[in-house]
């Protein structure tokens, strides 16, 4: 197919017309960040969760992550997740039953995703990265449950944004560690080895089994330092 100049200049269709429609995007983008920014603005402390939504009701990981979150909401901590069915579901219901506030990111998709009925605060995505970034912004911790490619990108995203200095650093915490042992053992046998990443990067991760061992974790972490984030942190989320 050739294009002609003519149909190049034409601002009802080709090239200029789909500039057109790229330019409004930008303000739904824009609404998203904003209502996500308000939304979310006092929900501090809170833990982000992340597994498979495949996960059904009658499965341990469910229960695990379930419990987990009813801990993390009675000891203050606010449960974000994605919203959706399966893990994300189990932890928005364990906060729902705790004290604290539960929040569902939910994103818009083809397929497989639809809101779980456990949110306090529920928000709606079209576009991944805005959602992405509601899931750093406000979080003091993030705990991982086996997932799929969805989960393993949130990771693969806060363990680059800890890595490079562009979020403060905060616990990640790999829930059940026979599944993520081949994974963890790629980083430390190849990825170090071939100087992909460096020795020390191992130590951003941390495997629990147990739901209290996860609370025990972030507590830890924030034994001598506040959960807010300090002044210096706050400018570096503001480049987030």
């Known amino acids: ?3 002609t100049q003519d149909r190049r200049r034409n601002p009802r269709g080709g090239a200029e017309g789909q500039l057109t429609r790229e330019s409004w995007r930008v303000f739904q983008i824009m609404a998203e960040f904003v209502e996500g920014f308000e939304q979310l603005a006092q929900i501090s402390p809170s833990v982000s ?4 939504a495949r996960t059904p009701r ?4 469910y229960a695990l992550a379930e419990e987990i979150a009813r801990l993390l909401s009675d000891s203050g901590f606010s449960v974000v997740s994605g919203g959706g069915p399966g893990i994300m579901e189990a932890a928005n219901k364990g906060a729902f039953e705790g004290k604290s506030t539960s929040i569902g990111l939910n994103i818009q998709l083809p397929m497989e995703q639809s809101g779980n009925p456990y949110q306090d605060i ?5 576009h991944f990265f805005a959602r992405k970034v509601m899931f750093v912004k406000h979080a003091s911790a993030y705990v991982v449950l086996p997932g799929g490619f969805g989960t393993l ?3 693969a995203e806060i363990l ?3 890595q490079t200095g562009k979020t403060r650093k ?3 915490i790999l829930v059940d560690g026979k599944f993520w042992g081949g994974l963890l053992d790629w980083f430390r046998d190849t990825l170090c080895p071939a100087g992909t990443i460096d020795q020390e990067d191992l130590d951003l991760v941390q495997v629990c089994e147990q739901p209290q061992q996860v609370v025990d974790a972030i ?3 924030y034994e001598t330092r506040r959960f807010e984030p300090s002044p210096a942190e706050q400018e570096i989320l503001l480049e987030l």
């Open 153 to 155: 990108d949130e990771m």
């Open 58 to 61: 009658d499965h341990p990981h």
């Open 170 to 172: 905060i616990p990640i």
């Open 49 to 52: 969760f992340f597994g498979s």
């Open 160 to 162: 680059t944004l800890v």
């Open 122 to 126: 529920s928000l709606n995505f079209r």
């Open 1 to 3: 197919m050739v294009i």
């Open 219 to 221: 507590f830890n972490h």
